[in-house]
Nanobody
Framework: QVQLVESGGGLVQVGDSLRLSCTAS????????MGWWRQVPGKAREFVAT?????????YADSVKGRFTISRDTAKNTTVSLQMNNLKLEDTAVYYC????????????????????WGKGILVTVSA
């Protein structure tokens, strides 16, 4: 059974940092791009960041560039992390880990509905 399990969420203040992790199991993810999406109530799930299977290609949403950093354990391809710095109120959302067969660039352009695997999500709340 394939599972993506997010951890590291919580309540922080504006300007703080938080690190999310996603642990993947149940299959090999060596050919999968992995990444993070987020969603707030009443809005569509939006792309945040993606990283290729070898870690060589990374893409970010404009809203998080310069503040968020995605990384991946390319040796085992079981963990992908999202370091979030200088958090803003608008970063409050449920963050989802996702995996998509193919390139990171393709994943960044692929609609959320077409991801191959999703985690259940983890809440990040940024308060003033």
């Amino acid at each position: 059974q394939v599972q993506l399990v997010e951890s590291g969420g919580g309540l922080v203040q504006v300007g703080d940092s938080l690190r999310l992790s996603c642990t993947a199991s149940g299959r090999a993810f060596s050919r999968y791009a992995m990444g993070w999406w987020r969603q707030v109530p009443g809005k569509a799930r939006e792309f945040v960041a993606t990283i290729s299977d070898n870690g060589g290609n990374i893409y970010y949403a404009d809203s998080v560039k310069g503040r968020f950093t995605i990384s991946r354990d390319t040796a085992k391809n079981t963990t992908v992390s999202l370091q979030m710095n200088n958090l803003k109120l608008e970063d409050t959302a449920v963050y989802y880990c996702a995996a998509c067969l193919g390139s990171a660039q393709a994943m960044a352009l692929t609609p959320a509905a077409n991801m191959d695997y999703w985690g259940k999500g983890i809440l990040v709340t940024v308060s003033a």
